[in-house]
């Protein structure tokens, strides 16, 4: 998976830059060293709430850290907004039914009922599945762009 690779990357040019460690990282973020190391090595994305941390900690674009876009160091970002009404926001904006994210997005419907009701959050991969389809940044759909 590329974005695995790319988000591999940056994560760890992050972390040199800012001299920090995997042990030092997990404790800030609160999680298990051994998740930060799998990070590292491309094994897997973190689950939302851990992306969410990572963005925050680093204060860098959703989709530079998930290599979709090059890097800024002028941006600034707004605090991620709850997902259910962000989505249905981003929805209404791009026109985008439900039908067609479930049909053309390849998103379950299940899952999107869950995402839209505020029942449970999408994962990264999620993310920029919904993102791509709606023609907009991960920042954008998180609400952390305008």
Aim: aromatic share 10%; hydrophobic share 45%.
């Amino acid at each position: 998976m590329c974005i695995l690779s790319k988000f591999s990357e940056t994560l760890s040019a992050l972390m040199c830059e800012r001299n920090i460690k995997a042990p030092a990282l997990a404790e800030i973020l609160k999680t298990d060293r051994s998740n930060i190391t799998r990070y590292l090595h491309g094994d897997r994305l973190p689950l939302f709430h851990g992306f969410i941390a990572l963005l925050e900690f680093f204060n860098v674009s959703a989709d530079v850290l998930l290599g979709l876009a090059d890097y800024s160091s002028t941006q600034e970002f707004s605090p991620v907004a709850p997902f259910s009404s962000r989505l249905r926001a981003v929805m209404d904006e791009t026109k985008t039914s439900q039908y067609a994210l479930v049909k053309n997005a390849n998103v379950s419907g299940a899952s999107l009922y869950q995402w839209l009701f505020g029942k449970s959050v999408p994962s990264v991969e999620s993310l920029v599945k919904l993102a791509t389809y709606m023609d907009v940044s991960v920042d954008y759909l998180l609400g952390r762009t305008k």
